[in-house]
């Protein structure tokens, strides 16, 4: 079968396509921006980002594969979506957006993007029950309402639990007054608009089981959802696998790198850092902080806030670690697991993510919302110093294992369950 994916952004640097792309099934490959050469080495600035916008791997000359993009009208579309941001900042919408809202920017893209691949599917030809559309929420609506027509198959990548997670973020805000740099307003024209593309879809993928129990809660029939790890390939010339160990008298390097919101359970790791403030142990959290300056500042002294970093930075924070810590109430999946597995940390994670962890083997899993927990399994790697080292060596392996090979296999997977779904 012909593969098509539709996506905006590089997430998780192309790896669908890149994994179709390999077992020779991707079409082609469509996607807001791709940075040609000259972007890659004369970005600089806000538009550096932009030269990471490409991955090599669907670019080669001998693939059959087409990229297809939309250079410059995505620069607008980045324009018009910092507007909606900017409005949503200020509560000033103007003539040209009507609400003063992210999500309603991340719908006009993501209407945009989606008209943009229905009208290239349109041009070609002999697609029909032997094709695949894959895309990704929020940006498949229209695509996949052409393509049922035509008989193609629709597959929709989930990235989150939706409405599930709004409420737990929502409950979250009403426990911790305060604390939040704005409440989240999700507008209900959002939620319809990814539970059209449900519909539509003949398979819904989401990247972990947490996803799966949460998509199905809101209505979704369970044969119509798919679960598919994310996978993460590791950067040999950024990385120097090592064991990790620590000498009695030095502190226990615990990071947290993500967003710093309610969402990511940072109020649960202060709690629990609080309680261990006369223990040899410091918690340096990486990320842009989005809890207010008041809630931040009642961090204990053994917590440490570094703000908003880039991918070097972060590597050398992965480098100078020994422990990872991810308290999160809700993740589609969390990839920054495999990141730091990747550099020997083990971790200590809840399960509302992507199930990575074997407990006790190359981390610990711990209930989310639980302050006492956490602190307790931070002591245990404080009292047996043998445990650090076991689990970093376990770690390097599992990280190993979410390969793009295995996320090929799992499409294959799906690949064979379209051809036999009536």
């Not at 407990?359 to 931070?378: H, K, M, P, S």
């Given at each position: 079968?012909n593969w ?17 792309q390999?077992?020779?099934k991707?079409?082609?490959l469509?996607?807001?921006?791709w ?8 970005a ?7 030269a990471?916008?490409?991955h090599?791997?669907?670019a ?11 250079n ?24 040209n957006c009507?609400?003063?809202s992210?999500?309603?920017g991340?719908?006009?893209v993501g209407?945009?993007?989606?008209k ?8 070609r030809k002999g697609?029909h ?5 894959y895309?990704?929420?929020t940006?498949a609506?229209?695509a ?7 008989d193609?198959?629709?597959v ?8 599930f ?7 979250e ?27 539509l ?9 947490f996803s ?13 959802l ?12 950024n ?9 009695s008298?030095h502190p226990?390097?615990?990071?947290f ?20 403030e006369n223990e ?10 989005g ?8 961090a204990?002294r053994?917590?440490?806030f ?14 100078k670690?020994?422990l ?24 200590v ?5 992507g199930?990575?962890?074997d407990n006790?083997?190359?981390g610990?899993?711990?209930?989310a ?13 404080l ?5 650090l080292?076991?689990?970093?060596a376990?770690?390097l ?15 294959k ?5 379209l051809?036999?779904?009536?």
């Amino acid at each position: 079968m012909n593969w098509f994916c539709a996506q905006i952004g590089a997430r998780e640097h192309y790896a669908v396509a890149r994994a179709l792309q390999q077992e020779d099934k991707l079409t082609a490959l469509y996607t807001d921006f791709w940075a040609g050469p000259i972007t890659r080495h004369v970005a600089f600035g806000k538009l550096r980002s932009l030269a990471t916008r490409w991955h090599p791997d669907p670019a080669r000359k001998n693939s059959r594969a087409e990229i297809v993009s939309w250079n410059f009208r995505a620069l607008w579309w980045e324009i018009l979506l910092r507007r909606y941001r900017s409005e949503a900042r200020f509560n000033t919408p103007s003539a040209n957006c009507s609400a003063a809202s992210p999500y309603h920017g991340y719908i006009e893209v993501g209407r945009r993007f989606a008209k943009r691949v229905q009208e290239d599917l349109k041009r070609r030809k002999g697609l029909h029950a032997n094709s695949i559309l894959y895309a990704y929420d929020t940006g498949a609506l229209e695509a996949f309402t052409w393509a049922r027509g035509q008989d193609l198959k629709c597959v929709l990548n989930q990235m989150d639990p939706n409405r599930f997670e709004v409420d737990l973020v929502k409950a979250e805000e009403r426990e911790w007054p305060g604390w939040a740099l704005k409440s989240i307003q999700v507008p209900e024209e959002y939620f319809i608009r990814r539970e059209q593309e449900w519909a539509l879809a003949d398979r819904i993928v989401v990247n972990s089981e947490f996803s799966r129990q949460a998509i199905q809660q809101q209505g979704v029939p369970a044969d119509k959802l798919v679960v598919i790890p994310l996978c993460y390939e590791i950067d040999e010339s950024n990385r120097k696998p090592e064991i990790r160990s620590r000498k009695s008298d030095h502190p226990l390097q615990v990071l947290f790198l993500g967003q710093v919101i309610l969402r990511k359970g940072i109020q649960y790791l202060m709690a629990a850092a609080r309680q261990l403030e006369n223990e040899n142990i410091r918690f340096n959290i990486i990320g842009p902080v989005g809890i207010s300056t008041e809630a931040a500042a009642g961090a204990p002294r053994n917590m440490t806030f570094h703000g908003r970093m880039n991918r070097d930075q972060t590597a050398n924070w992965y480098k100078k670690s020994h422990l990872f810590v991810l308290p999160t109430l809700s993740d589609g999946f969390a990839i920054t697991q495999l990141e730091a597995m990747a550099h020997g940390l083990p971790v200590v994670a809840t399960p509302c993510c992507g199930k990575v962890i074997d407990n006790g083997v190359d981390g610990f899993t711990i209930a989310a919302r639980d302050a006492e927990a956490l602190a307790q399994t931070f002591r245990r790697y404080l009292s047996e110093p043998d445990l650090l080292p076991s689990q970093s060596a376990a770690a390097l392996i599992k990280a190993q294992q979410f390969n793009l090979k295995r996320l090929g296999e799992n499409l294959k997977h799906l690949e064979t369950d379209l051809k036999h779904a009536h």
